[in-house]
């Protein structure tokens, strides 16, 4: 689910720029022509931002991402963006161009026959005229751009360009910005790792309410730790009893140990050789009955008359404060390395270890992955972008979007898990899938002023961006009833993505836009030059002659 989620925000955005520009093309030009002009006019953008996609998560894909669900996920993405973007580029094109064939032939989009004629349809009922009629009955010829009467189109145009231009709304788009980031930089403050069993769990299993419960009444204690000794050791030399003490220095031990070194000096015997040692153990220690539950923590293997103790176990608990799960990664680091240096071979394992070095792994090797997917965007859009400030303008509003969204899920109380750093990548793409379009379309505007190019940019590209935008966040409605945390946090991280993109493109962008640069001047004086050329052209002196005309 979490993939079909994914990919769907990038291969709905190009269906809904081609239907854009599809849309904006003009009805009484060839079927080919209004083709030509949609697909030159969106396949280039959205060909640089399925390359983005693409360089991304095959970089998660590739032998540099050693977390194998990661890798999995990253290839099945690169898989789905090769699918959506040949999807696009080929057979929803052919529906267009067959679209395209329907409406020239005056044939019906929906059932494929012909449309009949006004007089014919006047003799039927109203649901059949509403059913069978191409929009075009009332008038005695196509409009050339109906697009103009598209609701969002039409609301765009006349009512939000306008109130949200207007400079009495600009000083509270500021304010909310400041707010905005205020509350992002004080959640990046707040960040913490997430190596928690609950956010892997259904949010009814009983081992989540064990985890609350130990989390709220025993959480200064450390998980369990076992001690695994897995090699012939001489208990009973004093030096390795020395070593094993420091090893366990700091902890609270429940060892057979410990315990049988007290049987030893409470009962006065003496076992300083590896025959006494072990027959006192055998014979007298696990017979007691209150140590006889240490016997499935010793193996022994009998050699002729010889008896052995070829490997044991004995359990660790560390005393931690509220910030339980730093102290474990520590003890980790701590013990790790002892196990390989010191002359005792032991292993240290607890299941939630498991998790802590999981989420290590994921926060580390993905925050890597998104960094060099990064450079890579700003190297090619560094040649490929036509405008410097373009560029600048989209590194600013992807920064502030993957800030925010990283800001506000710390103060919603999502961790820096595994899920949540996967969306962190995805935000990025998503954040310039949708931005990159809207701004360099105002740094290429030629109109005379800033307010009016931010005007033409949401016309062009604001009903797309909309459009993918709502249908992306419906989309994430059906994981509200997923009863699992690891879908509820995924649900949160999707809604921020889209929800602080909604809010760049939308209010943040069309209000900074319009007093910060690239300046329109230059474009002012390109017009005036050629209006003054236009003017000198005109003024012709033309003499006549009997013959010819002389044009001067």
Known sequence: MRLRKDTKGHGTKGVFELLSGWRRTKENLPFKDRVADAYSDVMVTYTMTSSLYFITFGMGASPFTNIEAVKIFCQNMCVSILLN????????????????????????????CKIPSAEYLDRKPMWFQTVMSDGHQQTSHHETNPYQHH?????????????????????????????????????????????????????????????????????????????????????????????????????????????Y????????????????????????????????????????????????IIASRLYLVARTSRDKQKEVTEVLDKLRPLSLSKSIRFIVFNPSFVFTDHYSLSVTVPVLIAGFGVLLVLILTFFLVIHPLGNFWLILSVTSIELGVLGLMTLWNVDMDCISILCLIYTLNFAIDHCAPLLYTFVLATEHTRTQCIKSSLQEHGTAILQNITSFLIGLVPLLFVPSNLTFTLFKCLLLTGGCTFL??????????????????????????KRKEREEIECIEIQENPDHVTTV
Request: include cysteine; hydrophobic fraction near 40%.
């Open 151 to 259: 609701f969002i189109q039409h609301f765009l145009r006349e009512h939000y360009n306008e109130w949200i231009t207007n400079i009495y709304v600009k000083p509270f788009v500021v304010i909310l910005y400041l707010i905005y980031a205020s509350f992002s930089f004080m959640g990046c403050l707040q960040i913490s790792d997430g190596a928690s069993i609950i956010n892997l769990l259904a949010s009814d299993s009983p081992s989540v309410s064990y985890a609350m419960v130990q989390q709220k009444y025993f959480s200064n204690y450390s998980p369990v730790i076992g001690f695994y000794v897995y090699e012939p050791l001489e208990y009973w030399n004093s030096s390795v009893q020395e070593d094993l003490q420091r090893l366990c220095s700091g902890f609270t031990a429940v060892s057979w140990v410990e315990q």
């Open 504 to 529: 760049h493109c939308f209010v943040i962008l069309p209000v900074f836009l319009t007093f910060f640069p690239p300046s329109k001047k230059h474009h002012k004086k390109k017009k005036r030059a």
């Open 85 to 112: 973007y040949f999807y696009i580029f080929s057979f929803f094109g052919s529906c267009l161009v067959f679209a395209g064939q329907l409406e020239q032939n005056r044939y019906h989009s929906i059932f494929c």
């Open 261 to 308: 070194y007290q049987f030893l000096k409470t009962s006065n015997i003496s076992a300083n050789n590896k025959t006494d040692f072990i027959s006192v153990l055998q014979s007298s220690f696990l017979k007691k009955p209150e140590f006889q539950h240490f016997r499935n923590d010793i193996i022994f293997s009998r050699a002729g008359d010889d008896n052995n």
